[in-house]
């Protein structure tokens, strides 16, 4: 059952940002960064930590029941290790904007976007459908758009956008794992008494 979190744990993030940013009011997510959310003397500054830390922890239990499984079908397990670095998430919301390590404890996060690759690379193809090699590529290229923020001339005042990409190209892959995961391995039958 644990394998549905991948596609509620991303759905917790966009919550808590939806929530966060409607409730700041003079928000804006296409110019804004998500970290603007949970700065430090925000009124949504523990409302965005609790959110991103639930999504984190939910990402956590998605990834270790993947982990289960692909010992079971003997599939690599290469690809779940850039999984977990959705995780390090939770460290730039307990440690907040304007704090000097806020931009350190968050930096293996973007290591996410190696996932589908790895899945590509690794996975034998009796898991990677067609479907499932044509999102880990969109995926993949969604995600890498989410490095823009380092580019200031392309897309300049949509800083918010340009992260955002990260954000959404791990909601496809995460979501489309779980879906994939899920029709492979279906919940076992109840057991009848």
């Known amino acids: 059952m644990l394998v549905w979190l991948g596609m509620i744990s991303p759905l917790v993030f966009w919550l808590t940002t939806f929530v966060c940013g409607m409730l700041l009011g003079d928000y804006n997510g296409l110019s804004n960064l998500v970290s603007e959310l949970g700065a430090q003397g925000t009124r949504t500054q523990y409302l965005f930590s609790f959110g991103l830390v639930l999504s984190a922890f939910l990402n956590v239990l998605f990834v270790s029941s993947l982990w289960r499984i692909c010992k079971e079908w003997k599939q690599s397990i290469v690809p779940l290790l850039p999984m977990f670095c959705y995780s390090f998430l939770a460290g730039p919301a307990l440690v907040p ?22 899945a590509l690379l690794f996975w034998k193809k009796d898991l990677m459908s067609p479907a499932l090699k044509m999102i880990a590529v969109a995926g993949l290229i969604v995600m890498l758009l989410g490095f823009l923020i380092f580019a200031p001339g392309i897309l300049s005042g949509y800083h918010g956008l340009k992260q955002r990409f990260l954000y959404a190209g791990w909601t496809m892959w995460s979501s489309a794992i779980s879906m994939a995961f899920l029709r492979i391995h279906p919940r076992p039958p109840l057991q009848t008494l």
């Open 97 to 118: 904007m304007p704090l000097p390590l806020h931009g350190v404890v968050g930096m293996p996060f973007p290591l996410i976007l190696l996932a589908p690759l790895f």
